[in-house]
């Protein structure tokens, strides 16, 4: 399960970025996920609060946003929403696509701290 290392990663994050701030808490980490990301939600979310126990990130909510994968189609000049992740094809004219523009994100947005 990569999940629980990437857990580790974040609270290293959250730990070190509110501590360089002179926060002593962590309320709330916020996160942006990309459906191409190869993270599952529920495990990065217990693993979690794994990660967060005995550290100023322990009781801290983590919120996510889940980002859909959108490509660039060359013959729309456009950029499509895709409507799953196993056809990489435009959906509006059915050009296939390789030129991903989201859906790989795993990044923290932001910190909440007291």
Do not use: W, Y
Not at 2 to 10: G, M
Not at 37 to 57: M, N, W
Not at 60 to 74: D, G, R, S, W
């Amino acid at each position: 399960m990569h999940e629980l290392s990437i857990a580790v990663n974040l609270v290293d994050v959250a730990v070190r970025e509110a501590t360089e701030a002179g926060s002593e808490q962590v309320s709330k980490v916020r996160l942006r996920i990309g459906a191409l990301s190869g993270v599952v939600r529920d495990a990065l979310e217990f693993s979690f609060d794994i990660a967060a126990g005995g550290t100023i990130v322990e009781g801290a909510a983590l919120e996510i946003e889940e980002l859909p994968v959108v490509i660039h189609c060359p013959q729309c000049d456009a950029d499509r929403e895709l409507p799953d992740v196993f056809r990489f094809r435009c959906p509006v004219c059915g050009t296939p696509s390789a030129d991903i523009r989201q859906g790989k994100e795993l990044e923290i947005t932001s910190l909440e701290i007291q």
